[in-house]
């Protein structure tokens, strides 16, 4: 791109986006959540708790395909979200032996804290960025956006091989992460 520093001549190729984008994403993200000052409230408990806001209430089966990790490492988080007053769990009136997993007020009231205070840090440093800049990164989201709803449509890889073999459902989008458990 014509307008980063020190940058001059044609536009990125799609490949070169990429590795920029990933690049500055893996950045970004760790620094907003560094702002919260409160241990407990790790990147996957966070995104477990987006999740159940978005999709809930889930079985801890589905919520793992969501979220791309082992079911074994789910459960685990889903005990620690239960211990710690954020969901409510109750039967699956198709399946009594499975439970349904949902944000109860305690879950919601958090997240919305949470997003409130790395909204507020991210438009702080926003607003200190040129207009000309503003208007790029505004123009820039719908983009953004579409990526993300593509990526999330994406088959995991192995998804087709899991299916013709008969082992069940793949999780639904991919994500490139590695089951790190509920480390941050």
Known sequence: ????????????????LAGRLRAVLQQLVPLL???????????SRLAALAELAAHGPLRIGE???????TL??????????????????????ADQRASLISLNDAGQALLRAVRRETAGV????????????????RDALPALE???????????PGAAADRSEGRGAAPTRRTGRRDRGDRA
Not at 63 to 69: E, N
Not at 146 to 156: I, K, S, V, Y
């Open 1 to 16: 791109m014509a307008d980063r520093p020190g940058r001059t001549g044609p536009p990125d190729r799609p490949a070169e």
């Open 33 to 43: 959540r560094g702002q919260s000052p409160h241990a407990d409230r790790t990147p």
């Open 63 to 69: 919520l793992a395909a969501r979220m791309a990790i």
């Open 72 to 93: 074994s490492t789910t459960s685990r988080m889903v005990d620690q979200l239960d211990a710690s007053g954020w969901i409510a769990r109750r039967p699956d009136p």
């Open 122 to 137: 991210l438009a702080e440093e926003i607003g200190r960025l040129a207009p000309a800049r503003q208007r790029r990164l």
């Open 146 to 156: 579409e990526l993300t709803e593509a990526l999330r449509r994406r088959p995991a």
